[in-house]
Structure formats: C-alpha cells, structure tokens
C-alpha cells in the first residue's frame, strides 16, 4: 500500500521519513511532480489493506504531516486478485 504526503520543504519530507521508517514503511522523497514548491514523501507498506486498520492509519499519518506542516494526501494500492 502506498501512503502519499506533500510537503513545502524537504525538511518536513525528511522528518516524516524517519518517523515512518521507524514504523516499518519504506519511504522516498522527491520534488513533487505537481508543483515545483512541494516535495512527495511516499511511504509504502507490505499489508492487507483492511478498512479498520486504514482507518487508525489514516488518523496517525494525518497527525504526522499537520505536526510537520505537510499534507497527507491518501492512500493506494493494487488490486491482485
């Protein structure tokens, strides 16, 4: 599953990765593909993705990019059947 997060300064991109990764997401950060002044944090975890779950998630990686002045953008994954 892929968690996206936006941020205006690679600072916020880099303090998200590391509280991220210490969670067990792999994470990368790149210049925003959108816009020249934002940088992409996309965080992707290996799992199930389960409403309940996404739920607490989605709360919890929400809490992250506000606390660091960023954006959580959402989330996707592919659908293997």
């Avoid at 210490?22 to 959108?34: C, E, M, N, R």
Wanted: glycine share 8%; with cysteine.
């Amino acid at each position: 599953v892929s968690f996206w997060f936006y941020f205006p300064h690679r600072k916020g991109a880099e303090l998200a990765k590391g509280v991220l990764e210490k969670d067990g997401f792999d994470v990368d950060i790149s210049p925003a593909a959108s816009s020249k002044n934002q940088w992409l944090c996309l965080a992707t975890k290996t799992m199930i993705p389960e409403y309940a779950e996404l739920s607490d998630l989605r709360n919890w990686l929400e809490n992250i990019a506000e606390e660091l002045g960023g954006n959580y953008d959402g989330w996707e994954t592919e659908i293997i059947q």
